[in-house]
């Protein structure tokens, strides 16, 4: 028969199952009354020689039933039943685990999303980040990217290696597209052949970029983002052939991106290629990050080893230009330390992700102690029932069971309200997680985020149900145990798991509790830190004029000057100037080599330094200060004067102080005239507080450029420009200097607009992200042991009153009463800060990457947690302890 | 079957374990055997459960009794098993019961035990007149 058929209509077998049997036994006292038997006799008679009828009428209806779920359906009943009865009690318990289930699910979705899941490509494990060491080449090879490739290296590596089954390099840009609409600024990847075989996404839309496209004379063309097609061309499929202007050049459009094509880590609206000339090309520049599919079966030892033999090829075939010594890079040390691709996608969100997860899952064991403590609780009111039911041969099985029940059902009920805050959790975290977290589109609550919110429902409730279950099943506990109520106290082995569990969240609250001060205390820290400049009030966008455009490099830059000089003149606006790099941008302009004059590098090459390109204003726009000479004017600038202005730190480095350094002279190469350093400036924070302040040179924006055969002036077309005024952030002030650009040239967008505090606040976003989740997490561990605490004091009270009773009316005396209670509860404390502190000790070396300015092992921290822990301790263990003190002793004993 | 002592062959659905069968002068039928009565009683006439109890015991001359719970659970069992069907009904003495009767499902399971009944007894007579020849 169909089974749920069989299910509902269940109700109705039952109802004949009792009307077949009641006639029958009416039938047979009928019967025997009509043999001369009096009535009820003759009912009790027929009933007994029916049977035990409870127990038939149940054997049959089992027949319609799966009797072990029906037992545990019938037990779940009961269950519910109670928790009904008791609101107080399921509330809180409800709800401390729906905030620890929902909070651990909404970390866990991000942690799955950006750390855990495979990239979007397919076999993704093969894609590896050329990754290349280069101890000697100073700022050039950074923290962040290493010494990234250049053209020529593409094309060695390319043509000569066997690990790979196709590479390529890309590097990122913004292009101005006119034409459609406004002129507007779209992110845009170059891209060489290789790119899109190695990523291996094929297009919605048209093709990939092919061989001739990457040919520097043949045709332009240009592959759209599936973003920018939907907004732009409305999804319009005959796209493809159309062409755009792209930085004033006409493109073809050849291709469309799917929906969620990522370059890497960042969505982009177009794809060029770059279409390199081989024949112009030299061993510099380094600025190109490549990517590369293995072969099935190459390991990144094997393509390590086969690219560093490449390197030697590399330096054999191309060369700088004549004179040159192409193997001048062996200085370098250059090495190649390839590394998978999601592991350059993720960077270091990873230790903040963990350390997150790790909070939450901490607080969620907290959490989960305290249940088990208010189960602990409710299985003692229930010893009675429990050893009844036990005599009358109840398995201990069944009674476990049971126990277990009601803890996992509770737990699955926490998690279905936990997906509920673990929805609002997401929003909130992504809101105000780090800036530019990778992977962050790809986060979601799916279907992998409640599986683990299932099992960790499961998990929770299996962990905190245990406890009660082990001990009460265990306890077969005859009925003298239950009739021991008049004993005085409570049974030690009974308070004893109570106290562990109350020993556990001191130690796990202050391990949570250290790491939150440890994070305030390095926010402070950075906050202290004289960023060197002032970033409030400074409007900040960026202008590119390309050369498509404007071909003219000085014209270029009589451009920016002009839009900077029309912005100067918008109302409220005090100063206003640009760079190549505002300072926590995220790029570096330019690493080279400076040479001093007088210094002697004995064959040695003197060291890379930062350079930066600013134009008159600069510093005093961005709330910097000239230390020692003068800055620029427009006039040193178009002359082509040969004048530098360089950082305090260079200048002390080199000639002890800001002073000594202005007359001095500096050069780039040995080719290049002597440049006159006419400034000091003062350092500046340029990477992030947290980050020392680099030497920077700074060179005017229109410079006789070295990097050509035979220099020749060129202007620094890519700028930000830093406004100073108190309407810095308004839509309105936007407009305005929207209006200013266009009056000058109408081909120009103005993108990438943000306020330096923005700027500021998310180069804080790691730190400001960590802390707030710790202090979250501190005070919420802080309240949960505050609970527990009292709970367990004021259980013992309850538990104790008799004897309190009978101290006092032996002549105790109260304060003494009240003493012990808080001595019990602080000899507690004193144990879980001790295991604690270790703890703490061991597991916040994992935060040293996300301190600053202060040890993991700071003794302040550790000081001041355990007095705040003792503290609370005494005032949640002082109200029951009062309590108790309160007891009038006639009371007490009259109790039970 | 045996001489002098007459036992009465209580017959118990299997779903009893041997030591719950309640004294040695009764006798448990083999596995099925329950099953067979009450499909070739209700084969006859659909009835409800007391006649069906009452209708074993005279047929078979008071030798088999049906102990009166353990129909019930049976009776439940073939309901399920789709062997039986059951519709409101009156009893004799005017009382509202549930009529069992059987269905095509238990005609063809009744036969089908029938036979392999018949095979097992005509077994166990050969084996049996053996022994006594």
């Known amino acids: 028969m169909n089974p749920l058929r069989r299910l509902f209509g269940r109700t109705r077998r039952y109802t004949d199952i009792d009307i077949s049997i009641e006639e029958h036994i009416q039938e047979r006292a009928d019967e025997l009354e009509a043999e001369g038997m009096p009535r009820s006799q003759a009912e009790q008679t027929a009933r007994r020689e029916f049977g035990n009828v409870a127990l038939l009428q149940q054997r049959s209806r089992e027949q319609w039933q799966w009797p072990a779920l029906e037992s545990v359906v019938a037990d779940l009943r009961f269950t519910l039943r109670r928790l009904r009865k008791s609101p107080g009690f399921a509330l809180t318990v409800l709800l401390t685990l729906a905030i620890g289930i929902g909070a651990n699910t909404a970390v866990f979705s991000v942690i799955d999303a950006v750390l855990l899941k495979p990239l979007p490509y397919p076999a993704s494990n093969q894609l590896v980040s050329l990754w290349l060491n280069a101890p000697g080449a100073g700022g050039l090879a950074n923290f962040s990217s290493g010494l990234q490739l250049s053209p020529s290296m593409y094309f060695t590596f390319s043509r000569h290696n066997q690990s790979f089954q196709s590479m390529g390099i890309w590097t990122w840009s913004n292009s101005n597209i006119t034409g459609l609409a406004q002129p507007e600024e779209v992110p845009t990847a170059l891209i060489s052949g290789g790119i899109l075989e190695t990523l291996d996404v094929p297009p919605v839309l048209g093709r990939w970029f092919s061989a001739a496209d990457q040919d520097p004379h043949g045709g332009k063309t240009a592959i759209l983002g599936y973003g920018y097609w939907r907004r732009r061309f409305g999804s319009d499929p005959s796209v493809i052939g159309r062409t755009i202007q792209v930085d004033s050049q006409a493109r073809e459009i050849v291709g469309v991106m799917p929906r969620g094509f990522r370059m890497v880590d960042r969505d982009v609206d177009l794809l060029l290629p770059l279409a390199f000339d081989t024949q112009k090309l030299g061993m510099a520049p380094f600025g190109y990050d490549g990517i590369a599919r293995l072969k099935p079966g190459v390991t990144l030892q094997q393509a390590d080893a086969d690219v560093s033999r490449l390197l030697g090829v590399w330096m054999d075939s191309w060369s700088n230009g004549p004179s040159t010594n192409p193997h001048y890079y062996e200085k370098w040390r250059i090495t190649p330390a390839f590394r998978s691709l999601k592991q350059l996608v993720i960077g270091n969100v990873s230790s903040v992700l963990w350390v997150v997860m790790a909070t939450v899952g901490m607080v969620m064991l907290i959490a989960c102690t305290n249940v088990a403590n208010l189960l602990l609780v409710r299985a003692e009111s229930r010893q009675q029932e429990l050893s009844i039911r036990a005599a009358l041969g109840a398995g201990r099985a069944r009674i476990a069971r049971e126990l277990l029940l009601e803890s996992l059902l509770l737990g699955l009920l926490g998690g279905v309200l936990g997906i509920a ?19 962050a589109t790809e986060i979601a609550l799916d279907w992998r985020s ?3 919110t299932f099992l960790l429902s499961l998990i929770a409730g299996l962990l905190f149900g245990s406890i009660p279950a082990w001990k009460y099943s265990r306890s077969r506990a005859s009925l003298t145990t239950a009739g021991a109520s008049r004993t005085s106290s409570l049974g030690r082995d009974r308070q004893r798991s109570r106290d562990i569990l109350v020993i556990a969240q001191v130690a796990m609250a202050l391990v949570l509790l250290v790491s939150a001060v440890l994070m305030i205390r390095t926010f402070a820290a950075l906050s202290h830190v004289d960023p060197g400049f002032i970033p409030d009030h400074l409007q900040t966008f960026r202008i590119s004029i390309p050369e498509s455009l404007v071909k003219d490099p000085l014209l270029a830059a009589r451009s920016h000057n002009e839009i900077a000089d029309k912005i100067a003149s918008i ?10 790099a505002l300072p926590l941008e995220s790029f570096d302009p330019n690493w080279d080599l400076i040479f001093v004059e007088g210094k002697s590098y004995q064959r040695q090459e003197p060291p890379l330094q930062m350079f930066n390109y600013v134009a008159p204003g600069y510093f005093n726009a961005i709330g910097s200060r000239i230390l020692a000479g003068r800055d620029y004017t427009w006039n040193d600038i178009y002359a082509i004067r040969n004048k530098v202005i360089v950082s305090e730190n260079f200048a002390r480095e080199n000639w002890g102080s800001a002073q000594a350094a202005v007359g001095k002279h500096i050069r780039q190469f040995e080719k290049n005239p002597w440049s006159e350093i006419i400034g000091v400036v003062r350092d500046v ?32 077309r890519s700028v930000r420009y830093a406004i100073r005024t108190d309407r810095a952030g308004t839509q309105n002030l936007i407009n305005q200097v929207q209006q200013a650009v266009w009056s000058v040239n109408g081909n120009l967008p103005v993108a990438s607009v943000e306020t330096m505090q923005e700027i500021y606040s998310k180069s804080m976003a790691r730190t400001s992200f960590t802390l707030t989740m710790l202090a979250i997490a501190g005070v919420m561990a802080l309240l949960l042991g505050i609970i527990g605490i009292y709970g367990v004091i004021a259980y013992a009270v309850a538990q104790r009153t008799r004897e309190i009773g009978i101290r006092l009316a032996l002549g105790a005396q109260r304060s003494k009463l009240k003493w012990m209670f808080v001595r019990s509860a602080l000899a507690l404390t004193v144990a879980g800060i001790a295991i604690g502190v270790i703890a703490a000790g061991v597991l916040t070396q994992a935060m040293r990457s996300l301190l600053f300015g202060i040890s993991p092992h700071d003794p302040l921290t550790y000081l001041a947690v355990p007095l705040i822990l003792c503290a609370a301790a005494s005032i949640a263990s002082y109200l029951p302890a009062r309590r108790a003190a309160g007891i009038s002793p006639t009371e007490a004993l009259r109790v039970d | 079957m045996t001489v002098g002592h007459i036992p009465i062959y209580k017959i118990v659905i299997q779903r009893y374990p041997p030591s719950m069968a309640r004294s040695t002068d009764t006798r448990d039928l083999f596995p099925g055997a329950l099953e067979i009565m009450i499909l070739q009683s209700l084969r006859h006439k ?19 009794q049906v102990e009166e719970g353990s129909l019930y659970p049976a009776l439940q069992r073939m309901l399920r098993e789709g062997l039986l069907e059951s519709k409101e009904g009156v009893s004799a003495k005017g009382r509202p019961t549930r ?32 022994n006594e020849a």
Request: hydrophobic fraction near 45%; glycine fraction near 6%; charge should be positive.
């Open chain 1, 571 to 580: 109302p409220g606006v005090s100063s206003v100037s640009y760079a190549s």
């Open chain 2, 99 to 130: 009529i069992y009767r059987v269905t095509n499902a238990g005609i063809r399971h009744l036969e089908k035990e029938l036979s392999s009944f018949g095979k097992m007894f005509d077994g166990i007579t050969r084996v049996l007149a053996f």
């Open chain 1, 685 to 716: 924070h340029q990477h992030g507080a947290d980050e020392n302040s680099p030497a920077i040179i700074y060179w005017p924006v229109y410079l006789n450029t070295p990097y050509l055969p035979t220099p020749a002036p060129d202007a620094v």
């Open chain 1, 450 to 452: 409640l599986c683990f």
């Open chain 1, 421 to 439: 805050i673990a929805y609002s959790a997401l929003r909130l975290l992504l809101a105000i997680g780090p800036a530019n977290m990778p992977r």
């Open chain 2, 46 to 64: 659909p009835m409800h459960g007391y006649a069906l109890v009452k209708h074993i015991k005279q047929v078979s001359n008071d030798l088999l």
